[in-house]
């Protein structure tokens, strides 16, 4: 049966599960409780490493990294023999080369990092007819062009037929105020919500992701399950969406919805360098993962990680099988089969996340999983000690809040939310996606 109604996918950044189950006990955020009262809700995971370039983008695809092919916010390209980071922090920005990261992230992870085998929800459903609309997102890969909006930047984006995306490309002109004045006063969702206002004035599209990036910003800051202010105003940019539909029982006549974040976040209080313990290896870290580029031995490497506090796991490929070593104790898995101990990747869909991160061909030959409390410092030494982080693939930093309206499916994984909106629409999924059965 096709759709009656327009959906709209809401992703607030970084946003716990217990967070948002929290704030919805206590009644204080309207909107987010209008939703929660018409929806259903539960808790899904994530992908692994559970970092936000590589979480938009399992949404966005609806896959794991081992299709998506990105591997984390820094790594390094085998192809062009250089570091790709796409904002671990402005310092570690500038030890890669601002202009290159800028590239990169505006450019680089869209037109062509993201793998070619990747199908996005935006070109799945504007190849069917329907028109899509992003907003912030960093995964907007689509088939219109868009020329860019300021003098500093010249070749055009390709996204989805409705693209907003910082002010820099803007497919409609909408007036809603630049989005970096301030960004620790939610200034970008500000932007957004103006820009969301526009759209849902106008009835301009049929799928929109509305991409709320501030709360993740201020919960690194303030740690996990702290961020009331900026959840607050999270709930007040989904109330413009409603308020423009004309109130609740039109908004919710005219659209389902699916609101959900692309990772956890957990308290950090440690830091640890990981490049000190492979001072001749290639090492990428940043928040609570690592990769390192080696040309030797992985599982020799691995060993030099026993007993170290800030990982718990270490992930690599020897054949055809991933190991996972854990305080000295080791689990091989792979198609045929696992042997060893299954304790080592109890965590959500560990097994599953672990090899698809491994199968990335963006991927370090060893991945690493930092331990409870701990972060790796960035390329500039930048860590968000004191407050909270994600990147892991413990529970907290895998987790996220999953709620769907006016949907007869429920997305256990961030990979299920694009089949998810493919199915509402009776557009195929995929291949290499789930089909998800009604619940
Ligand atoms: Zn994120």
Redesign the pocket.
């Known amino acids: 049966m096709p759709a009656t109604k327009k959906l709209i996918l809401v992703v607030i950044?970084?946003l716990t599960p217990s967070m948002l189950e929290d704030t919805l006990e206590r009644s204080v955020a309207p909107s987010l409780g209008l939703l929660a009262e018409h929806g259903r809700y539960r808790r899904a995971i994530s992908t692994f490493p559970s970092?936000?370039p590589v979480?938009?983008s399992a949404l966005a695809t609806g896959a794991h990294p081992d299709v998506h092919e990105i591997p984390h916010l820094v790594w390094y390209h085998r192809g062009e023999r250089r570091l790709v980071e796409y904002g671990s922090s402005f310092g570690a920005v500038r030890a890669a080369g601002t202009k290159q990261s800028l590239i990169d992230t505006i450019y680089g992870l869209n037109a062509s990092h993201l793998g070619r085998g990747a199908v996005t929800v935006y070109e799945a459903l504007e190849d069917a007819g329907l028109t899509a609309a992003a907003i912030n997102i960093t995964c907007y890969r689509g088939r219109h062009a868009h020329r860019p909006t300021v003098p500093f930047l010249t070749r055009p984006a390709h996204g989805p037929k409705r693209f907003f995306f910082y002010n820099l490309f803007e497919s409609d002109v909408t007036g809603a105020p630049l989005s970096v004045r301030n960004r620790p006063r939610g200034t970008i969702d500000a932007y957004a919500a103006a820009v969301g206002r526009w759209l849902v004035t106008r009835d301009g599209f049929d799928f929109l992701v509305f991409y709320l990036?501030d709360y993740?910003y201020a919960s690194h800051a303030q740690g996990p399950d702290a961020a009331h202010a900026a959840l607050a105003r999270c709930d007040e940019a989904v109330g413009t969406l409603i308020e423009a539909a004309g109130g609740a029982d039109e908004f919710l006549e005219r659209y389902a919805v699916i609101l959900c974040?692309?990772?956890g976040q957990t308290t950090v209080s440690e830091v640890a360098k990981l490049q000190d313990v492979f001072p001749d290896e290639l090492v990428t870290a940043s928040n609570r993962a690592g990769m390192v580029y080696t040309d030797g031995d992985p599982g020799a490497l691995a060993q030099r990680l026993d007993g170290n506090p800030a990982v718990e796991a270490v992930l690599w490929r020897e054949g055809g099988e991933a190991v996972a070593r854990r305080d000295g104790a080791e689990l091989r898995f792979g198609p045929a089969g696992t042997s060893g101990d299954a304790a080592i990747l109890d965590h959500p869909d560990g097994l599953e996340r672990a090899w698809a991160a491994l199968a990335n061909p963006n991927a370090g030959e060893l991945i690493v999983s930092a331990a409870p409390g701990w972060e790796f410092a960035d390329l500039a030494g930048r860590h968000h000690s004191g407050g909270g982080s994600?990147g892991s693939l413990v529970v907290g930093d895998s987790e996220v809040p999953m709620l769907a309206v006016g949907l007869d499916v429920l997305p256990a994984s961030i990979v299920e939310v694009m089949p998810a909106v493919l199915g509402y629409f009776g557009v195929p999924v995929p291949s290499y996606a789930r089909t998800l059965t009604k619940t």
């Open positions: 950044d970084g970092l936000t979480c938009l990036s993740d974040s692309d990772h994600h």
